[in-house]
């Protein structure tokens, strides 16, 4: 019997599945310590990756060893299933970094590169935005509504109405280790905090046009790396031109 994981699940074991030595005594294994079935093989997954996600934590279901009477299989088996269809019409998740809606809500730059990152940000918000289900956190709420009391007023209307993350205490631990780590400088603490809340919480896509500490290619290993030493998988950080559905 297959058993439904989440889309967050399903990448780290997949991660997990392709390491050299998978054996349950190797450092890498051991963060793994909750068991799954997946199409007849066994995989393991982080609780601490579905901590992050109580949705997922929820729907995961693990391995039984005990016997388990043909009308109760019947009726698990039904549930699958209706998991399965409501997943097939989930949206891919995106966490809205502040320099998206500063791009969204600002006038037109008479620098050419900056008004065409602005203009490409509009069409994604007009022709692509509805496809994915939008998230934002406490720092995205905190940087709109600083500066320009009319500007911050306009930034703030964008954002109303969606989905705040909470800020837990793992990820403020992983954005300690993105500024220690990678490093970052102090005043780029704020950055970290918008990857570390994005990947604690499971989310697919972080999307931002902050290509300094955020979107930046040589960091990007050194992220994913952090990540994964915390026993989560980073999101795919990207801008809104990456972002663009056929």
Not at 14 to 24: G, K, Y
Not at 103 to 124: F, G, K
Request: hydrophobic fraction near 40%; charged fraction near 25%.
């Amino acid at each position: 019997m297959n058993v439904w994981l989440s889309r967050q699940a399903q990448r780290v074991a997949r991660r997990l599945a392709s390491t050299v030595d998978p054996s349950p005594d190797t450092p890498c294994a051991m963060r793994f310590n909750r068991i799954f079935r997946v199409c007849d093989h066994s995989v393991s997954c982080t609780s601490s990756r579905l901590r992050g996600n109580p949705i997922a934590a929820r729907l995961a279901t693990p391995i039984r060893s005990t016997w388990i009477p043909a009308h109760q299989r019947i009726w698990e088996q039904e549930i699958i299933n209706t998991r399965i269809a409501h997943t097939e019409n989930m949206n891919s998740s995106v966490y809205l970094e502040t320099s998206i809606i500063g791009y969204l809500t600002s006038r037109i730059s008479h620098e050419l590169v900056t008004a065409a990152n602005q203009q490409l940000t509009r069409d994604w918000w007009d022709r692509h935005s509805e496809n994915f289900d939008l998230l934002i956190s406490p720092f995205v709420v905190d940087e709109c509504g600083a500066g320009d009391s009319d500007a911050a007023r306009e930034r703030l209307d964008v954002i109303n109405g969606i989905l705040e993350l909470d800020v837990t205490d793992d990820v403020r631990a992983l954005a300690k280790d993105f500024v220690d780590k990678i490093p970052l400088p102090a005043k780029a603490e704020v950055d970290a905090l918008h990857v570390a809340v994005a990947t604690v919480h499971g989310v697919d896509y972080l999307l931002t046009w902050n290509c300094k500490h955020i979107a930046n290619a040589t960091l990007r290993q050194r992220i994913e790396a952090i990540c994964w030493d915390h026993g989560f998988e980073s999101p795919t950080i990207c801008t809104p031109q990456e972002l663009m559905e056929p």
